[in-house]
């Protein structure tokens, strides 16, 4: 008889499993697939265990599969258990079920193309109602009717529904669901439902009952976009009074106070408005003011603005020109103004341009100027406008004057086409230039396929053959280029921070893989020291097929920046090297760190809860984890350093169970789960962040706080999904509507305080990382050390491959060491640990281990012993 576990408990023994199986299946099952001991419909309470098993007869080693509602079950212990050969069971258990869990489940095993299903069950899950619906907060004008809603479901069905206002019940009961209709109230006010069935009550949340009023008065009005006729305004409104503002009013007058010129009433927003046909350089102000359902605001300060004058509307006319000793003298007719928002008119310009390019502009008072400096043997093209303080009038017709006449004369400029000849020249060299260069590349061609054959010279006669191979080829391995920084194409005060952490690349010898993602990749790895020892490390490296030296750039930054660090509770960086490849290819960079045993916190976590091989962390040890993050955000915040991207997964957690910040940039390539792409930003751990950094993109230590604070309770929850069912584009949304995570279970009140602190929405009001650390270290010194229990702690023991330094014997039972069992994540991720029998102890029997530990240094239970004392308080621990 055999056992085979996907996930949960340890393996029981045969005498144990023979029992079992003659107390659940009594005779022999018919063959096939299908349930056995268990209901067709099973209803449970909240939070209890349940268990569902079924049988295959007629396969060796079947793939038992559980499904609910179509999907296979990840998260829940599953067990197959071999009766004989041909005859297996598979259970299922749920440790504490929730509204989540019910649904239909069934087993199912493939056999061959076939896929074969059992008898389903349906599981039914009863608690205390749960709201669907919950009254919202509104908004309404005095002793105005309104009705809230209110909507809860169980099981256990009926719901009744009671309403409070404030204190004071006010109806119920009634069925779910229930509308409270109200006639109206004149101050603000809270309501609330309950909801009761069977097994209890739940209490909805407050909806708050607020009073419209007016609105009041806009401010900062502007106005902007001035001209002669028209002027754009803006303003800022004031409070809506908790109604919506539906229109504005701008008022304009000569004068504050004068009689009114003309009132415009734009609907909003946008609270803008265009003011058109206005007198040209006049005097005005205006003042805003806008309404809501119950009435107007006040009008906003009277505004002084003033339009523009116009600029000239006639061009000279009669212009003339005659040709004296001294120059060529020009004159016309005096503009007279149309309209006097023209204003005074004055001075008058003349251009003029000539065929050799050469042009000029003259400014003269008066309608007479004389020009001296033009070529007479060059046409003479003339222009003449009248400006004044608003700009220039429009140009009068040009006037002609040639190299040939004594006079001008005024119509449309002379052209020319002796440009035509120059473009047909030009246009043939060129066309004839491409004809001979494309010969000559197709004969080029011809040559230099396989080289030159044919000398220019004749040899009796005959062509003389001298072979020249055009190219060369080697059949070795492509050529290696150097790998050094300057061939990165990386910024120069970027390889100044490297230049003295450069490892060569034959310095340490690449390992199995820890860990990959979309971006990068970590493995594990030897490093030569000076001494000729070697150390374990982990090796974070981009991907081969990543060659833009911005992505480079960036994943080196995370090694200049812990280059800086230096604190037990920070990685540190061990190097930095480069992977040289094939000519033509930059080189792969790669980032060196000190190996962390037990991988990433995150993945520890959930090991101990789900993992293969479950264990206790006792609350000593969640709280001695978040001191130790503490620690080292203390002191990288002492440092102006803002980490951006704190969470479990980013912590790591070295041989002595200490934990150590991590990840400053690579992170966010090679975990994609916990990240969200908002359009084409890139990618944001959206679960993690504070309200200002999804609002504004703006990120502080007190943002690092908030996200610690997050990190706080997946420590509590071990390993648990932040704000589970709600997509990453809800979250804000969530977030400004005042929720929060909600407080774990077992935690404790002043441990969820300090959470509860880090996400206050002023990040000024959350708390220093000073003053976290200080807080957990008072809760952690005043927790107890456990008590003796009688509940054994079961504790995988790895097999050695070979002895320690010590001469530990290798362990009996056949265990597999830890590196066949699968890859972990992250630098040295928990390993999954498969063995064929475990050791049993109880916190009492470990609480004497330091003893037995000094007179047996060579037993094999030293190493665990140590580990859970640590993990219990009852040894030493490192510090900040």
């Known amino acids: 008889m055999a056992l085979r576990r996907s996930m949960g408990r340890p393996g029981l023994p045969p ?160 069925p779910s669901p229930s509308t409270l209709n109200v006639t109206g109230v004149t101050q603000r006010t809270e309501f609330s439902c309950e909801a009761h069935n069977i097994k209890g009550l739940a209490t909805s949340r407050p909806a708050i009952v607020r009073l419209q009023a007016p609105p009041a008065a806009p401010f900062n009005i502007t106005v902007t976009t001035i001209n002669s006729r028209n002027a754009s305004v803006a303003w800022v409104p004031g409070a809506d009074g908790l109604a919506l503002l539906h229109s504005c009013t ?114 003269v008072e008066g309608t007479r100027a004389n020009l001296t400096s033009w070529d007479p043997q060059k046409d003479l093209v003339l222009r003449v406008c009248v400006s004044n303080a608003v700009g220039c009038g429009p140009w009068s017709q040009p006037l002609v004057v040639s190299s040939h006449d004594h006079a001008g004369r005024q119509g449309p400029p002379h052209n020319r086409a002796s440009w035509v000849p120059v473009v047909l020249g030009v246009l043939t060299a060129l066309i004839t230039a491409a004809a001979l260069a494309l010969i000559l590349l197709r004969k080029r061609r011809k040559e230099t396929r396989f080289g030159q054959a044919f000398d220019s010279v004749m040899a009796r006669g005959e062509p003389a053959v001298h072979f020249r ?168 915040s002492s440092r102006n350093f803002i980490h951006r991207d704190l969470a479990a997964r980013n912590c790591m957690l070295a041989e002595d169970m200490t934990v150590c910040v991590a990840d400053f940039g690579l992170s966010r390539k090679i975990y994609s789960g916990d990240y969200y792409r908002q359009g084409c930003a890139s990618k944001l751990p959206v679960k993690w962040l504070a309200l200002e950094s999804l609002a504004d993109n703006l990120y502080t230590v007190h943002s690092d706080v908030w996200a610690f604070g997050v990190t706080m309770w997946e420590i509590m929850t071990r390993g648990q999904t932040p704000y589970a069912g709600i997509e990453n584009a809800e979250i804000y949304n969530y977030l400004i509507g005042g929720n929060r995570l909600k407080q774990p279970p077992e935690c404790m009140e002043e441990v969820y305080d300090l959470m509860y602190q880090c996400w206050s929405a002023d990040p000024k009001q959350r708390p220093s990382f000073t003053c976290l650390r200080m807080e957990l270290e008072n809760i952690l010194g005043h927790l107890s050390v456990l008590s003796t229990s009688q509940d054994p702690l079961y504790i995988n023991i790895e097999r050695a491959e070979q002895p320690t330094e010590r001469g530990s014997p290798e362990l009996p039972c056949g265990e597999r060491p830890s590196s066949e069992a699968g890859d972990g994540r992250g630098m040295g991720a928990v390993d999954v640990i498969s063995s064929d029998c475990r050791y049993i102890f109880s916190p009492g029997e470990l609480a004497e281990s330091p003893g037995q530990s000094e007179q047996h240094p060579e037993s094999p239970l030293n190493e665990t012993q140590r580990l859970l004392l640590l993990q219990q308080g009852l040894l030493p621990h490192s510090s900040c």
């Not at 499993?17 to 909240?46: D, N, R």
């Not at 074969?116 to 709201?131: C, D, I, M, N, R």
């Not at 003339?320 to 310009?349: M, Q």
């Open 15 to 174: 005498l144990l499993l023979a029992g079992l199986a003659s107390l659940l299946f009594p005779e022999s099952a018919a063959a096939g697939l299908k349930l056995m001991g268990a209901p067709v419909k099973m209803t449970v309470s909240q939070g209890q265990p349940v268990k569902i098993n079924c049988s295959v007869e007629g396969m060796e080693d079947p793939d038992i599969h559980w499904m609910k509602d179509g999907t296979v079950v990840q998260n829940a212990s599953q067990v197959s258990i071999s009766i004989s050969e041909q005859y297996w069971i598979g259970l299922l258990s749920l440790k504490s079920v929730e509204r989540s869990d019910a649904g239909l489940y069934w087993c199912q095993v493939k056999e061959g193309a076939e896929t074969k299903a059992s008898q389903p069950v349906w599981l039914t899950v009863e608690g205390v109602p749960f709201f669907t619906v919950e009254p919202k907060d509104v908004a309404v004008p005095p002793n105005a009717p309104f009705q809230l809603s209110c909507e809860a479901v169980g099981p256990p069905e009926p719901v009744t529904i009671f309403w409070w206002k404030g204190p004071t019940k006010v109806g119920g009961p009634a």
């Open 250 to 363: 701008v008022q304009v007058a000569r004068a504050p106070g004068d009689w009114e010129v003309l009132a415009v009433v734009v609907p909003v927003p946008p609270f803008t408005c265009l003011l058109r046909d206005l007198a040209p350089a006049t005097n005005y102000s205006l003042r805003v003011r806008c309404a809501n359902a119950l009435g107007p605001s006040p009008y906003a300060d009277w505004v002084p603005f003033q339009t523009k004058g116009l600029a000239p509307a006639r061009a000279p006319q009669n212009l003339h020109a005659f040709r004296t000793d001294s120059g060529l003298i020009l004159d016309w007719e005096e503009v007279i103004p149309e309209d006097p928002g023209e204003g005074p008119l004055g001075p008058y310009k003349v251009s003029w341009v000539q065929e050799n390019g050469t042009q000029d502009e003259l400014t």
């Open 469 to 636: 191979a055009a190219r060369s080829f080697n059949r070795e391995r492509p050529e290696r280029i150097e790998a050094t920084l300057d061939s990165l194409g990386i910024s120069d005060e970027l390889k100044d921070k490297l230049e003295d952490v450069l490892i060569p690349e034959q310095q340490f010898t690449l390992g199995r893989m820890l860990g990959k993602g979309e971006f990068g990749s970590v493995r594990e790895a030897q490093l030569k020291q000076e001494d000729g020892s070697f150390v374990k490390v982990a090796v974070k490296m981009l991907k081969a097929d990543i060659i833009a030296s911005s992505d480079i750039e960036e994943f080196l930054r995370e090694a200049a920046c812990m280059k800086e660090f230096d604190h037990p509770h920070v990685a540190k960086l061990v190097g930095v090297s480069l992977r040289s490849r094939a000519k033509g290819r930059l080189p792969i960079p790669m980032v060196i760190l000190p190996f962390m045993k037990h991988g990433d916190l995150h993945a520890f976590l959930l090991a101990s809860r789900i993992g293969e091989n479950p264990f206790n962390l006792p609350l000593q040890t969640l709280v001695r984890f978040m001191v130790d993050i503490a620690c080292g955000m203390e002191y990288l």
